[in-house]
Nanobody, 120 residues
């Protein structure tokens, strides 16, 4: 079992920045892929970004490349999503995820979600 606790989120104006953090606890995390999905109102959940813990490789959705960065805290199983140049279309509930199967773009565990609202 894996538990995911998120923090951050909230309202921000277009062009601004925001940081989300997620701390994972549980088993099989050293080779897990930790990341973020989001779900905008009326839309399906979509992959945003992820990081493989043991080697540090990362993936990003095309829509956030160059604006978002996923970083890890080596002292504990914490990943942060640094979001810059935010756009109204980034408005969504952001979910921290863990893939203990090690498969990219999937999630075996989900956090409770945190709302990000970008106003124009």
């Amino acid at each position: 079992q894996v538990q995911l606790v998120e923090s951050g989120g909230g309202p921000v104006q277009a062009g601004g920045s925001l940081r989300l953090s997620c701390t994972a606890s549980g088993r099989s995390l050293s080779t897990a892929i930790l990341g973020w999905f989001r779900q905008a109102p009326g839309k399906e959940r979509e992959f945003v970004s992820a990081l493989r813990w043991d080697v540090g490789t990362t993936r990003y959705a095309d829509s956030v490349k160059g604006r978002f960065a996923i970083v890890r805290d080596n002292g504990k199983f914490t990943v942060s999503l640094e979001m810059n140049s935010l756009k109204p279309e980034d408005t969504a509930v952001y979910y921290c995820t863990a893939s203990t199967s090690g498969i990219w773009y999937t999630a075996d565990y989900w956090g409770q979600g945190t709302m990000v609202t970008v106003s124009s």
